[in-house]
Structures are given as C-alpha cells and as structure tokens.
C-alpha cells in the first residue's frame, strides 16, 4: 500500500551534520503530519521532530531544539531532518511516521505508516 523508506544515517563525529530523508511511495491521495522520532535500545520510540502538511506548524523535542530542523517537499511526498551539532546522545535507530490518506479498492484509509528505521551513530 505505502512504503516510507529512510536513508542519509551513519556514522559522525560529534559536532558534525547528518540529513536524513524520509520519501514515501504508494497508493497515496495525500499526506498529512510528517515526523522523526528516535529509539534508544531497550526503550520506547520518542518524538523529535514533526511537521504539518503546511509545514507551518513544527514540533522539537527540547533535546533537539536549536539543532535540527525537520522540512518536507509535498511534490516529492518527502521528509527531512537536519541535524546539526550532533552529540553522542543522539546515537539512537531514527523512524520516520507518516499520517497517510491512503487509495484503497472501496475509497480511502487514513492510516499511520513507519519507516524501516536507520541507525545515527555520533562517535569520536
């Protein structure tokens, strides 16, 4: 039905930028809230950052805020998060979520989708 598939993680240093993105594809009629949120092993999943569909509304953790800035490009049906000043406590798997008005055979669902999940690793 709708995939979301991250990509842009990896491996960094502390103080240094990562972008990650977040492109959703399927069986879309619209996209509504967009949002990062990260997980910490043996712990629950935790919002940073999300974004209306006007973007005119954002939300940061407070761990977050001043660092990273979330974005998204409605023709690409794409998130991103930049993350800037990077410390070793955003080490973390990064999930993009996306509230999706999805095309099905008897009309429409509206439906949270996930993305598979990518690792950040901040590291000196």
């Known amino acids: 039905q709708v995939q979301l598939v991250e990509s842009g993680g990896g491996l960094v240093q502390p103080g240094e930028s990562l972008r990650l993105s977040c492109a959703a594809a399927?069986?879309?009629?619209?996209?509504?809230?967009m949002g990062w949120y990260r997980q910490y092993p043996g712990s629950q999943r935790d919002k940073v950052a999300s974004?209306?569909?006007?973007?005119?509304?954002?939300y940061y953790a407070d761990s977050v805020k001043g660092r990273f800035t979330i974005s998204r490009d409605n023709a690409k049906n794409t998130v991103y998060l930049q993350m800037n000043s990077l410390k070793p406590e955003d080490t973390a798997v990064y999930y993009c979520?996306?509230?999706?008005?999805?095309?099905?055979?008897?009309?429409?669902?509206?439906?949270?989708?996930w993305g598979q999940g990518i690792q950040v690793t901040v590291s000196s």
């Open positions: 974004i209306t569909s006007g973007g005119d509304t954002n």
């Open positions: 399927g069986s879309i009629f619209s996209i509504n809230d």
């Open positions: 979520n996306a509230n999706v008005v999805a095309r099905v055979s008897f009309g429409r669902i509206r439906k949270d989708y």
